[in-house]
């Protein structure tokens, strides 16, 4: 649907690792030095997960290889969470909303977390569900955009 018209630039990373993992998601704290927890994710879940959101073939998505990181994807592609496509709905291409949203507050689509996703698309459906046309400008009247942990980006 539609495109960044800009790149956004990689923001540090997080000095503290994040909390509890999802009940499917088995997280290892790794040293100090590289801050984020090792996913252990299984390809089958993957797998389920792909048919489930019926990905299209053309985005290529990959399983992340063993000890991978949220900021271990391969040139060319972004990691993006799997609660993003379950608990948040998202699909691809992103609506326009969604890409004039994380190119006004310039933070990457792998930095938000899921929670601020949610509430992104919450707000999406509220104003397609009254024929209104969502802007970043009526959504910036009811959130403004925290940090979490230090790394994650969030709306309350």
């Not at 040139?75 to 004039?100: A, H, K, Q």
Request: charged share 20%; hydrophobic share 40%; aromatic share 14%.
């Amino acid at each position: 649907m539609a495109t960044p018209s800009k790149p956004s630039s990689p923001l540090p990373r997080n000095p503290t690792p994040p909390s509890s993992p999802t009940a499917k998601d088995e997280v290892e704290v790794v040293p100090a030095d590289n801050f984020l927890p090792v996913l252990k994710w299984k390809e089958a879940d993957f797998q389920t997960m792909m048919t489930k959101v019926q990905m299209p073939v053309e985005f290529r998505a990959i399983y992340p290889q063993e000890g991978d990181t949220a900021s271990d994807a391969p040139t060319g592609y972004v990691t993006l969470f799997d609660d993003f496509f379950g608990i948040c709905n998202l699909r691809l291409p992103l609506t326009v909303f969604m890409v004039e949203l994380l190119e006004y507050y310039n933070i990457h689509i792998s930095k938000l977390s899921p929670l601020g996703m949610v509430r992104a698309r919450h707000f999406e459906y509220c104003f397609h569900s009254q024929n209104l046309e969502p802007l970043v400008e009526d959504f910036r009247l009811f959130y403004q955009m925290t940090v979490l942990l230090g790394f994650f980006f969030s709306f309350s």
